[in-house]
């Protein structure tokens, strides 16, 4: 038998250990691209979903039943209750203010009146 260098490259890799490693099947890639395909229809069935329906809610608001003729005197007959009722608050608004007014021009005139009596005195 020869005597082996221990220490020369070619007895490394010929004393070394081999295995085999996975490679990628093309089934993992395959299925892979059918995942991306699957994950984007999802999302796109949703947005087609979310944009139907605010379709059909604008749809609805267009074709809405009209209003009965009932319902819109109701409404007339509110909306003139609420005119009124405002009326009548401003009316007795400015009437207060009237009188708030009147009083405010006689106090100055008392006060005019009482600092010249006071100036007098002095």
Do not use: W
């Not at 490693?21 to 979903?49: D, E, H, K, Q, V």
């Not at 979310?50 to 005197?73: M, Y």
């Not at 100055?108 to 009596?117: E, G, I, N, S």
């Amino acid at each position: 038998m020869r005597k082996v260098d221990r220490n020369r490259a070619t007895h490394r890799l010929a004393r070394r250990t081999y295995s085999l490693t996975a490679r990628r099947a093309p089934t993992l890639l395959l299925g892979g691209i059918a995942a991306a395909c699957a994950i984007s229809a999802l999302a796109a069935a949703g947005f087609a979903l979310k944009s139907s329906r605010e379709h059909v809610r604008q749809v609805d608001a267009i074709c809405a039943p009209p209003v009965s003729e009932q319902e819109l005197r109701d409404q007339l007959t509110h909306a003139q209750l609420a005119l009124d009722h405002e009326a009548a608050t401003r009316a007795a608004l400015e009437k207060q203010a009237q009188g708030t007014a009147a009083e405010l021009s006689r106090l100055h005139t008392d006060l005019a009146f009482f600092r010249r009596q006071h100036d007098k005195s002095d």
